[in-house]
Nanobody, 123 residues
Framework: QVQLVESGGGLVKAGGSLRLSCGAS?????????MAWFRQVPGKEREFLAA???????KYADSVKSRFTISRDNAKTTAYLQMYSLKPEDTAVYYC????????????????WGQGTQVTVSS
């Protein structure tokens, strides 16, 4: 059973930066699975943000690709989402997800999800 735990959310002013972390277990999940970040605003559908494959291929949503960077540290079994130039419209609950399908371009659903971490960007 894969478990994902997000951290690093909080309150930040517009223009600021945050780095979200996703701790994964068991060991090897981050290095061998496709990891991704999504976000959701109440009343709206969950939005894909970024994914990274086990071969370090990355994919980004157009809305964030110039401001967000996905990465991982296999040794620490952690995936990250570095967010720059944050805007009030980035306010949402951010979720980490994992799936065994290796391609970031696949439409296969993600198998495991974290509980989410709140990011609030003030104007």
């Amino acid at each position: 059973q894969v478990q994902l735990v997000e951290s690093g959310g909080g309150l930040v002013k517009a223009g600021g930066s945050l780095r979200l972390s996703c701790g994964a277990s068991p060991r090897g999940t981050v290095s061998s699975w496709t990891m991704a970040w999504f976000r959701q605003v109440p009343g709206k559908e969950r939005e894909f943000l970024a994914a990274i494959s086990r071969n370090d291929v990355t994919k980004y949503a157009d809305s964030v690709k110039s401001r967000f960077t996905i990465s991982r540290d296999n040794a620490k079994t952690t995936a990250y989402l570095q967010m720059y130039s944050l805007k009030p419209e980035d306010t949402a609950v951010y979720y980490c997800a994992a799936r065994s399908v290796s391609s970031v371009y696949s439409t296969a659903p993600y198998d495991y999800w974290g509980q989410g971490t709140q990011v609030t960007v003030s104007s």
